[in-house]
C-alpha cells in the first residue's frame, strides 16, 4: 500500500511561514533551502506556497543582481530555470542515481575548475538581443557567485574554459609539405598546434528567444512542450520562470593566438562557425565538404595566430540540419535511390521529404558566442554560407572577407553538394565560377546500385518533388 508523502513545499512551509520572501543575511544572498529528494513531483506552479525562485534580471552588469542560474534538484523551491544541466547527458545522470553509482544529493567540488584564461566581460553580455542562448557568466560560478556556494548554493558552471593540443593529421601533412610553418609556440614542429578552448551548454532566456523567433513567449513554450510530448510541463506551469535548459547539444570555442586580440578591430581574427557532422568530421565520410572545410579552418586560424591575430573556430553540435543523424541517413538514401540517382540538380529535393523541413539550425541563435567572446569585426569568415553570415552581420558583427573552401579539397561524392550549392547562390569565389545549368545536370554522385531505387517519375507518390529556386537559396547552410 502506498504512503502519502508530503511534498517538499508543504515540508519546508512551516519554516517558510517565519520568514519573510527571499531570506537574506546582511550579504544580501538568500539563504539556500536544501530539498528532501524522496518525494517526486510531477510539476510546480508559480503561485504556489513556498515557492520562491531566486530572482533573475537577465543583462544586468552587475551578476550578483543578475543572480546565478540555479537548475539543481537540491534547491525545489528556489530554482529558477527549467529544465536540467548537461543538455541531453542529464539522462546519464538519472542512470547513474538509478543504478545506484551517484547521490542525488552530490555537490561538485568546483575548487580547482576556474576558467585557465580570462574571458570578458564585454558590453554584448549586457545586451538581450546579443546573447540570449548562453550565460555570459556560466564560466565565473566560482568567482562571481563564491558567497552563494559558501551559503550552500549547488550551482553549476555552464561554461568550462582551459586549453589543449591539437593533433589533426591534415595539420602534420600541412607541415610536410610546407603549407604550414611551425613557430614552436602555436604550431609544434610534430603538426600539433596549442589553442584555447571552452565547451558551452545552452541557457536559454526565453522571451529573447521568442523575439528573435518572430513568436510570443507563450507559443514558443507551448510548441517546445507539445513537440517533446509533455517532456517540461514547468514551460507551460512556471511563465515566472524565464530561463530555460534545453536538452540539446552545446558548443565547443577554440581559439588560436591570444584571446585578447580577439574584440581588438585592428587585430586580424579569422573565424568559422561549424555545425557537426560525426561521419564527416571524424570518419571521414566524403559526401560531404565538412571535414576538409573544417581543417581548412583550423590551418587559416593557425596561420592568423602566427602573424599576429586569432584564429576561431565554434563547433555546434548541431548533427543533420539539427534534424539528427537518423535522419541524415534516410536522406542519403533517398538521394541514392531517387530516380537517376544522387544529382546535384535534385539536392535539395530530398530533406524536405523524409523531414518535412529543409534545416532545423536556424541561425537566430548562432551568433551569440561571438558575442561572448567580445567580437565585433571578423577579418576573415571562412564560409559560404549566406545564412550564417547574414545572422552574423545582421547583429552588428562586420565581416570583411568571405572565404570558400578550396576546390581541391572537395571530396569525391560531395561534388553533388558544392555544385547545387554554388548553383543556388551559394557564396563561391573564382573557383567555382562557370558552374551553370548543365553542369548542374551532369553533376552526378556514387552509385551504390540499392534495392529499392529509381522511385518511378515526379508523379508517382513518395517521388522527391520539384522545389523552386527561391526556396532552395534559404536551404543553404
Not at 584564461?117 to 546573447?131: C, E, R
Not at 507539445?226 to 535548459?245: A, H, Q, S
Not at 533517398?334 to 540517382?341: A, D, I, P, V, Y
Amino acid at each position: 500500500m502506498s504512503t502519502a508523502h508530503p511534498s517538499p513545499v508543504a515540508r519546508q512551509s512551516s519554516a517558510k511561514k517565519q520568514k519573510t520572501d527571499h531570506e537574506q543575511d546582511a550579504d544580501g544572498i538568500p539563504i539556500p533551502e536544501v530539498t528532501d529528494l524522496d518525494y517526486v513531483s510531477l510539476t510546480t506552479h508559480a503561485d504556489t506556497f513556498g515557492i520562491d525562485p531566486v530572482p533573475i534580471s537577465w543583462g544586468h552588469p552587475d551578476p550578483l543582481v543578475r543572480g546565478p542560474i540555479i537548475c539543481t534538484v537540491r534547491h525545489f523551491n528556489q530554482r529558477n530555470a527549467i529544465g536540467a544541466h548537461s543538455g541531453s547527458y542529464c539522462i546519464y545522470t538519472g542512470l547513474a542515481v538509478a543504478a545506484g553509482k551517484l547521490n542525488p544529493s552530490y555537490v561538485p567540488n568546483l575548487k580547482l575548475t576556474s576558467p585557465v584564461f580570462k574571458i570578458g566581460p564585454y558590453p554584448s553580455w549586457y545586451d538581450p538581443k546579443k546573447i540570449a542562448s548562453i550565460d555570459p557568466f556560466g564560466h565565473l560560478t566560482t568567482e562571481a557567485y563564491s558567497a552563494y556556494l559558501d551559503k550552500g548554493f549547488d550551482i553549476r558552471p555552464t561554461i568550462a574554459v582551459t586549453k589543449a593540443h591539437i593533433d589533426l593529421p591534415e595539420c602534420r601533412e600541412a607541415v610536410r609539405t610546407g603549407r604550414l610553418k611551425p613557430d614552436g609556440k602555436i604550431l609544434m614542429p610534430s603538426g600539433q598546434s596549442v589553442c584555447h578552448k571552452a565547451a558551452i551548454e545552452p541557457v536559454w532566456y526565453l522571451p529573447e528567444i521568442a523575439r528573435r523567433f518572430g513568436c510570443t513567449e507563450t507559443h514558443l513554450r507551448q510548441s517546445i512542450f507539445r513537440m517533446t510530448n509533455g517532456m517540461y510541463p514547468e514551460l507551460i506551469t512556471r511563465p515566472d520562470i524565464k530561463i530555460f535548459l534545453p536538452p540539446i547539444g552545446g558548443m565547443t570555442i577554440y581559439i588560436w593566438g591570444d584571446p585578447d586580440t580577439i574584440p581588438d578591430e585592428d587585430i586580424e581574427l579569422t573565424c568559422r562557425v561549424h555545425d557537426e557532422c560525426n561521419g564527416s568530421d571524424v570518419f571521414g565520410s566524403d559526401i560531404c565538404t565538412c571535414r576538409p572545410y573544417l581543417t581548412h579552418a583550423i590551418e587559416e586560424a593557425i596561420k592568423t595566430a602566427q602573424r599576429g591575430g586569432a584564429g576561431l573556430v565554434i563547433y555546434y553540435r548541431k548533427e543533420g540540419r539539427s534534424l539528427g543523424e537518423v535522419t541524415k541517413y534516410l536522406v542519403y538514401n533517398t538521394r541514392k535511390r531517387q530516380e537517376g540517382g544522387d544529382s546535384a540538380e535534385n539536392y535539395f529535393n530530398c530533406t524536405e521529404q523524409v523531414a518535412g523541413v529543409q534545416d532545423t539550425r536556424f541561425q537566430a541563435l548562432m551568433p551569440d558566442p561571438l558575442h561572448f567572446l567580445g567580437v565585433t569585426k571578423i577579418h576573415n569568415f571562412i564560409s559560404m554560407s549566406d545564412m550564417k553570415y547574414n545572422a552574423i552581420v545582421n547583429t552588428g558583427i562586420k565581416i570583411v572577407n568571405r572565404v570558400e573552401i578550396p576546390k581541391e579539397l572537395v571530396p569525391e561524392d560531395a561534388q553533388v553538394e558544392i555544385t547545387a550549392k554554388v548553383f543556388h547562390g551559394y557564396n563561391a569565389g573564382k573557383a567555382y565560377q562557370g558552374i551553370d545549368e548543365e553542369e548542374l545536370k551532369k553533376c552526378k554522385g556514387r552509385d551504390y546500385k540499392y534495392e529499392g531505387g529509381d522511385g518511378g517519375s515526379d508523379k508517382d507518390e513518395g517521388s522527391v518533388p520539384k522545389k523552386s529556386d527561391s526556396n532552395v537559396v534559404e536551404e543553404l547552410a
